[in-house]
C-alpha cells in the first residue's frame, strides 16, 4: 500500500470521528436556535411593550404642557378645538385631542366633530377624576373614529385642587402595530387584546377573530392573561399551530392592554431546519474539499518534499556541510524536518568551522611557544657566550690601558657584548623567561613619569594625549619592563604615522570575560588594569596582524627594526600574568591593549634597598657550580682575582660531594639551569642542609620559572651577562646578609 493511500485512509479515518461531533453539534444548534426563535418573541413582544410605554411617557409630557396652554384655559369652544386641530397636525400618532368638562362632557375636540359626548361611563373617565399630576390609560375603541385607539387622560386642575377639565389624547393602535409589524419584517404576528378578550389589532393573515371580536375563554387568552405564566406557548387554532411570546410589561398590563407576538411553528422550524441543511452541506463539501486537497498533496507535494529530504540526507552523507533545503518549508512535520535538517547541517558547519579555528589557534599557540623555547634556549646559550666575552674584554682593556688604540678595540667589544644582552633580553621577554623585579605599582603614575621622554621620542608632528580614569587599581609589575614595554609600543607608532598624526596613552580599569580573548584567541577572564596606545597611522592587514608578536618579523626596511618590540611586549605581558590585545586595520590606525591582573590586596612591605658594597673584594671560600667550561673558567679568574679561594664543580651531585669532604666553605654561587637532573634551587636546599648557614648566590641566562628560593635559605640572583663589578658588589652583598 502506498504512503499516499495510507494517509487518505488515515484521514478519512480521523475527519470521520469529528464530522460525525460537528453533525451532532449542528442537531444541536438546530434546537439552540429553535430556543432562541421562541425566547425572542417574548422580546420581542416586551420590546413592543417597552416602545408603547415610552409613547405614554411622551403624551403624559404633552399633556403636562398643554394643560399651562392659555388657548384652552377658554370657554370657547371653536377656538379651543381650533387649538387642538394645529397640535394634533404635529402628532400624527393621536387620532384625536379632546377636552372634557368635569360633568363629563366633550367640550372640544381637535376633529371639530362639535359632536355632543357623554363619557361618564368609561373606564379611564372616571380614573382620572381621582387623580392628580399622573394620566389615566384604557385600551377601547374610539366613539368618533370607530378605530381602536389607547385613550390616555390627564387631569387639569386649578391652583386649589378643583378638576377644571380632562385632557384626552387617543393615541392609534392601529399604526403603532404597523410600524411594529414592517420592523419585525412581516415575520411574526402581533395581536393587542384588552382585559375582557376584545381583539384590538390582529394579524393580517391566517386570523379567524377579526378585530372587535373577542377571544375570551380561548387557550390564548388565558395564556396572556396568566399574571405569571411561561414566557411562550405553542396555540393550535383550526388547525394552524402557532407559538406566541406574550409581553409581561406590569404597567402595560395594568393599563388592560395584552400585546402579543407569534409566529407559525412551521415557519420557525423551517428556518432552523434550513440553517442545519447549509450547514451540514458546508461540512460535506469542506469533506470533500479536504480529502480532494489531501490526494493533490500526497500525489504532489509529498513527494516532491520528500525528494528534498532525500536530496539533502545525500548531500550531509558525502560530507557537504554547505547543503541546505532552500526556502519555503512547507508547514507541520515535513517542514520542521527540514528546518532540523538545516540547522543540524549549520551546527556540523559551525562545528567544523569552531575545530578549525581552534586548530588555527591551536597551531599558532604552539608555534609561538615552540618560538619561545627556541628563543629562550638561544638566548641562555647566547648569554653564556656574552658573559665569556664581557668579562674577557674587561680584562683586555685594563691590561691595555697604556695603548689607546687597543683598549678602544676592546670597549668596542664590551658595546658590542651589552647590545648583544639587549638583544637577549628582548628575546627572553619573549619567551617569558626573563628574570623580572615586579612590585605593587601604579601603572598610570609610571606612564606619567615617562610623559616628557616619550613626547620627545614622538616629535613635535605628532599630537600626543594621555587620559587616566580615576581610583585605578594597583599592579605587580616590573617597573623597567614596563618602561621599555611603552617605550617600544609608541615608538612603533611613531613609525607608523610618518606623516603626523595622534597617539592616545590610556589607563583605566577593566573586567574582562569569556568572550574577551588575547592575540592567542584565549579567554582570559576576571579584574584588569589596562594600558592602551593607539594611533592614527597607518595600519595593518590581517596577514600582518597575525604576524605582529613573532619575533624578528617586521615590515620595516632593512636596519630600521629588529621585529622584537612587539614580541618583547607580548612575553612581558604573559609573563606578568596579563594578556595582550590589539587590533588594526589599513589606513585606520591601531591600538594595542595590555591588561595586567589586579592585585587584590596592597602589600604593606617595602622591597629592602640593596645593600651597598663598601670593598668589593674577599678572602672566603666559594663553591662554583657552572655547567659550560667556558663561564666557569672565566668566573674561576674573577673570583680569585677578586682575591676570593674557589672550587669548581659542573654539577649538582659533584657540588654536594664536595660540600660533604670540604668544611671552609662559605658561599654557594650556582647556575640556576643545570644538566643532570639537578637545578640550581634543589642543590641549594640540599646544600643548606649539609651546611646550615651557608650564603647561596644563583646566576641565570634565563629562567624557566621564577627562581623560587627554598625556606630558609637567603639567596640573591645575578642575572647573565654581568661586569665584573656586579660580580664582586652581588658576592659582598650575598655574604654580608645577615641570616635569618
Sequence with gaps: MSLRTRLLILVIAAILVPAILVGLRFVQNRASEIDAALANLAA?????????????????QLHYGLARARDLDTRDKTACSAFLSDVREEYPQFTGIL?????????????????????????????????????????????????????????VRSDTGALKFVLLASFNLNKFV??????????????????????????????????????????????????????????????????????RSP???????????????????????RRLYEDMAILAVASLLLLAGLWILTSVSIGRQVGRLAAMAKSLGRGDLGARIPEPHPGGELGGLMTLLNSTAESLEQQRAAIADLSHKLSQSQKMEAMGQLTGGVAHDFNNLLTVILGNSEHLADRLAGNEELQGIADD???????????????????????????ELDIAEQVTGMKQ?????????????????????????????????????VLNARDAMPDGGKLTVEVRNTSLGESDLDVNGEPRPGDYVMLSVKDTGSGMSSEVLQRAFEPFFTTKEVGKGTGLGLSMVYGFAQ???????????PGQGSVVRLF????ATSSSEEPSPAARVAAPEGHETILVVEDDDMVRAYVENELKALGYRVITTANGPAALDVLRQSADIQLLFTDVVMPGGMFGPELARQAVQLRPGLKVLFTSGYSQDPVKTPDGIDARILTKPFRRKELAAMLRAALSELPR
Aim: net charge neutral.
Design 453 to 489: 621622554l616619550l613626547q620627545r621620542t614622538l616629535g613635535e608632528h605628532i599630537e600626543s594625549s594621555f587620559t587616566f580614569a580615576p581610583d585605578l587599581w594597583l599592579a605587580s609589575v616590573d617597573p623597567g619592563q614596563l618602561a621599555t614595554a611603552v617605550l617600544n609600543l
Design 596 to 599: 595586567f591582573p589586579r592585585l
Design 575 to 585: 609573563q606578568s600574568g596579563g594578556l595582550v590585545q590589539m587590533q588594526s586595520e
Design 413 to 439: 667589544i664590551a658595546t658590542a657584548a651589552e647590545r648583544g644582552s639587549d638583544l637577549t633580553r628582548s628575546l627572553l621577554a619573549f619567551a617569558r623567561k626573563q628574570p623580572l623585579r615586579p612590585r
Design 251 to 273: 404597567a402595560i398590563r395594568k393599563a388592560g392592554l395584552y400585546i402579543l407576538v407569534g409566529r407559525s411553528k412551521d415557519g420557525l422550524i423551517a428556518a432552523a431546519n
Design 99 to 155: 377636552t372634557i368638562d368635569p360633568d363629563g362632557k366633550l367640550f372640544c375636540d381637535s376633529l371639530r366633530t362639535n359632536r355632543t359626548l357623554d363619557l361618564n361611563d368609561r373606564g379611564y373617565f372616571k380614573e382620572v377624576k381621582t387623580l392628580h399630576g399622573v394620566v389615566a390609560v384604557e385600551p377601547v375603541f374610539g366613539r368618533l373614529t370607530g378605530l381602536s385607539v389607547l385613550q390616555i387622560a390627564y387631569p
Design 178 to 247: 404597523e410600524f411594529h409589524h414592517k420592523r419585525l419584517l412581516a415575520e411574526k404576528d402581533i395581536l393587542f387584546v384588552d382585559a375582557k378578550g376584545t381583539v384590538l389589532a390582529a394579524p393580517k393573515s391566517g386570523w379567524s377573530v377579526p378585530v372587535g371580536g373577542s377571544i375570551a375563554g380561548s387557550d390564548l387568552f388565558r395564556f396572556a392573561a396568566a399574571p405569571d405564566g411561561e414566557p411562550f406557548r405553542e396555540i393550535t387554532d383550526g388547525g394552524r399551530t402557532q407559538i406566541w411570546g406574550v409581553a
Design 44 to 60: 420581542s413582544a416586551d420590546d413592543i411593550a417597552s416602545d408603547l410605554g415610552e409613547k405614554i411617557q411622551g403624551t403624559a
